[in-house]
């Protein structure tokens, strides 16, 4: 039972390059969620999606897209690296609206470098 | 001023002792969740609560609505619990919907020496 999967781990960006940041979630939820994490700081909802096909913004969306193809994956993307954008990513996702109260469930982060 | 607010930011311990972290928060909330993110990075959820209190082993956490106010308690504390305790809500939406979506404290990073 995998729960949340992010990958990479780590990636090192130089300014101005692209990436693509991959959760992929195998307990069939409908909400999944994009935070990144700064030293000090609280998580922030980078874009958030309630099903396939739909997707918002959250706190902190500007230098993001986002896509939902599948219920499974909901990848971030990162179209001109910026500094700015060094951080520790986290995907989480949790279960179908009707399910009230539920936890959310976390991968175990990416931690990317732009220099 | 953050909607969540996380007291301390910093504690330090003694194996074996009792630890209270505090989570106060300004708006209405439909749940409060603690959570746990260990060296290395993995968040996991360690309560969710909307009234009352909860007991997981070591671990208990209170929420007092009224008050706006939660605390997370550890009883005979271990090097293992060493940590970021991390408080989120689930702010309250009326006539609408959330979306599941959390207001997070900056955590409170807790060393237990043995």
């Known amino acids: 039972n995998a729960g949340v999967t992010q990958t990479p781990k780590f990636r090192i960006l130089k300014i101005g390059q692209s990436m693509t940041l991959q959760c992929a979630q195998d307990m069939n939820h409908n909400y999944m969620y994009w935070y990144r994490q700064d030293p000090g700081m609280g998580l922030k909802l980078i874009y958030y999606?309630?099903?396939?096909?739909?997707?918002d913004k959250g706190e902190v969306p500007n230098g993001y897209n986002v896509s939902r193809s599948t219920t499974e994956d909901f990848p971030l993307r990162l179209e001109l690296a910026a500094p700015s954008q060094t951080s520790v990513y986290f995907c989480?996702?949790?279960?179908?609206?009707?399910?009230?109260?539920?936890?959310?469930?976390f991968g175990d982060g990416t931690r990317l470098s732009i220099l | 001023k953050n909607e969540v607010e996380q007291s301390p930011q910093n504690l330090t311990a003694q194996e074996g002792e009792f630890i209270t972290i505090n989570c106060s928060y300004s708006?209405?909330?439909?749940?409060l969740h603690w959570l746990q993110q260990h060296p290395g990075g993995g968040i996991v959820s360690l309560f969710m609560l909307s009234s009352g209190k909860k007991k997981h082993g070591r671990l208990i956490a209170t929420i007092n609505i009224q008050e706006k106010h939660s605390s997370l308690h550890i009883t005979a504390s271990h090097p293992r619990d060493s940590a970021v305790y991390i408080c989120?809500?689930?702010?309250?939406?009326?006539?609408?919907?959330?979306?599941?979506?959390?207001?997070f404290g900056q955590g409170t990073i807790l060393t237990v020496h043995p």
């Open positions: 708006v209405g909330i439909s749940a």
């Open positions: 989480a996702s949790s279960p179908p609206r009707t399910v009230m109260h539920q936890p959310q469930h």
């Open positions: 999606s309630v099903g396939a096909g739909i997707t």
């Open positions: 989120a809500v689930r702010p309250s939406n009326a006539g609408g919907t959330s979306y599941g979506k959390l207001t």
